[in-house]
């Protein structure tokens, strides 16, 4: 072999073995904050425990999840509601945030001032947020009351206290608070080829068919990482139902991660937590399977067969 191969294979595994040595705290980190908790979790599910001292663990087999199913008053409504609720703020999320993103990429006056406005909701405090939009939502002395019965004459509306607006009323929050997706959307504007963009130009193509068929494919793989991204982010919101709602009116706000809470540290039924634990980890791991799955028959790669 020559030694020229020799050298550059020898360097190849020098700079293995180093890239390996730098894993590793990554490696350990993931083994013993993700993978172990999780597998404790999934083991806890299988028992019954109150939290207090190791010696009351009861194994209870199936029970906790035949309960979910089957008799439990919060667990199957609670899916329905964090469903419903995650629909409708990642739908809105994502066409607000495009929308947004396509407005601040274009050339307007004071645009970093624009961006860091819309950004900023994203850096808040959440529990900061959703108290500043208890003001603006209460029915008696609220903002958008106010102009809803003294500009409109319109009757007053009820958005956290009406069992049918509180989950949209709350998903308008989050749409609000898309200032990250903003961020990325601009970021992948900015890397849509020019050179497409202008021979569809040149072509007589107009602007919204320059940007239904050029922009939004070469963006599909920043639209599929958003859309995860907020899937994953949603379907486990609790901060609405811990600052507003206290998971009401009703059970109409009381989402599974809030259920989850209520048995682990009102209730300390932390066996029956950890099985709602690994039914919302199963629900999350669902929606991604599918999006996933769905994604090669509408994400555009540039190097790729599609």
Not at 37 to 58: A, C, I, Y
Not at 68 to 74: G, I, N, R, S, W
Not at 119 to 144: D, E, M, S, T
Request: charged share 10%; aromatic share 16%.
């Amino acid at each position: 072999m020559p030694k020229k191969t020799k050298h550059r294979n020898a360097l190849l595994r020098s700079e293995n073995r180093t890239a390996y040595l730098c894993l590793i705290p990554s490696i350990i980190g993931l083994i013993f904050l993700t993978y172990l908790p999780l597998l404790e979790v999934f083991g806890l599910s299988f028992f019954s425990w109150k939290g207090n001292g190791f010696d009351t663990f009861q194994f209870v087999g199936m029970k906790n999840y035949v309960k979910l199913l089957t008799t439990d008053p919060y667990f199957k409504e609670s899916v329905a509601v964090t469903v419903y609720y995650t629909f409708i703020a990642v739908v809105g999320s994502m066409i607000y945030s495009l929308i947004i993103a396509l407005l601040l990429n274009r050339k307007i006056p004071a645009r970093g001032f624009w961006r860091a406005i819309f950004y900023l909701p994203y850096l808040l405090p959440a529990v900061a947020v959703y108290l500043g939009w208890n003001w603006l939502y209460n029915i008696n002395y609220g903002l958008f009351n106010f102009i809803i019965n003294r500009v409109f004459g319109w009757p007053r509306v009820g958005f956290v206290n009406d069992a049918k607006l509180v989950a949209p009323s709350l998903a308008l929050v989050a749409v609000w608070l898309s200032g990250n997706l903003i961020v990325i959307f601009l970021a992948g504007l900015q890397n849509v080829p020019r050179t497409y963009l202008e021979a569809a130009e040149v072509d007589g193509a107009t602007s919204w068919q320059r940007f239904w068929n050029i922009t939004i494919p070469c963006m599909s793989p920043i639209i599929f990482y958003n859309l995860l991204m907020a899937l994953i982010t949603n379907l486990q919101v609790i901060t609405p139902a811990l600052a507003l709602t206290k998971g009401g009116p009703g059970n109409s706000s009381r989402f599974v991660s809030y259920v989850l809470y209520q048995y682990a540290f009102e209730n300390r039924k932390f066996g029956l937590a950890a099985a709602v634990a690994v039914m919302m980890f199963i629900l999350i791991g669902v929606f991604t399977v599918i999006l996933f799955a769905t994604s090669r028959s509408w994400m555009f790669s540039e190097g790729g067969d599609d």
